[in-house]
Antibody
Framework: QVHLVQSGTEVKKPGASVKVSCKAS????????FTWVRQAPGQGLEWMGW????????RYEQKFQGRITLTTDTSTGTANMELRSLGSEDTAMYYC????????????WGQGTLVTVSS | QSVLTQPPSVSAAPGQRVTISCSGS????????VHWYQQLPGVAPKLLIY???LLPSGVSDRFSGAKSGTSASLAISGLQSEDEADYYC???????????FGGGTKVTVL
């Protein structure tokens, strides 16, 4: 059974960075990439980026370019999302999800990680 | 403002049918497959429909998807109280080189 388990709640000050992890199990890791989606309080879903576990290729939503880094560690089956220069507008629930190829559907999601940015 | 346009809310009585629209453009819906996600209150989204009209294993056949041109739709028949949730369409956008989501539609069962 596919499981994506994310790291716990984070509280950060403005200007800091946050790293959220997503540990996958129950499938062959390199057959799927990871994508990251966030949801601000009371708002809709916002796609942030994608990384291939096959070759490390990435795609980032333009608004996060320069502030986000996605990585994977195939030895531990973990994907990581680092977001830098945090502002209050980055307060949100962050989700990882599994996706087979670019353009495909996100067929399994992590439980979400709440990141709060506050001084 | 979302690249994909969905109505903010729809409502109907139990047993009725509702339809949620998702309007896009030639760079997204017009050239790629559409997916739909259901988000129940307080939990992560769940895949509901993929590749325009396919149901994942375990999803009720009361849900159906369709696409025509640059618009897609999600229909829920035999509406039940457990269907109260937010629903999002999503698709790859060739111009933006990434996925885009609709703004979401809240379904209320009267």
């Amino acid at each position: 059974q596919v499981h994506l388990v994310q790291s716990g709640t984070e509280v950060k000050k403005p200007g800091a960075s946050v790293k959220v992890s997503c540990k996958a199990s129950g499938y062959t890791l390199t057959n799927y990439g990871f994508t990251w989606v966030r949801q601000a309080p009371g708002q809709g879903l916002e796609w942030m980026g994608w990384i291939s576990t096959f070759n490390g290729d990435t795609r980032y939503e333009q608004k996060f370019q320069g502030r986000i880094t996605l990585t994977t560690d195939t030895s531990t089956g973990t994907a990581n999302m680092e977001l830098r220069s945090l502002g209050s507008e980055d307060t949100a629930m962050y989700y990882c999800a599994r996706v087979r190829i670019l353009g495909a559907h996100f067929d399994s999601w992590g439980q979400g990680t709440l990141v709060t940015v506050s001084s | 403002q979302s690249v994909l346009t969905q109505p903010p809310s729809v409502s109907a009585a139990p047993g009725q049918r509702v339809t949620i629209s998702c309007s896009g453009s030639s760079s997204n819906i017009g050239n790629n497959v559409v997916h739909w996600y259901q988000q129940l209150p307080g939990v992560a989204p769940k895949l509901l429909i993929y590749h325009d009209d396919l149901l994942p294993s375990g999803v009720s056949d009361r849900f159906s998807g369709a696409k025509s041109g640059t618009s897609a739709s999600l229909a829920i028949s035999g509406l039940q109280s457990e269907d109260e949730a937010d629903y999002y369409c999503a698709v790859w956008d060739d111009r933006l080189d990434g996925w885009v989501f609709g703004g979401g539609t809240k379904v209320t069962v009267l």
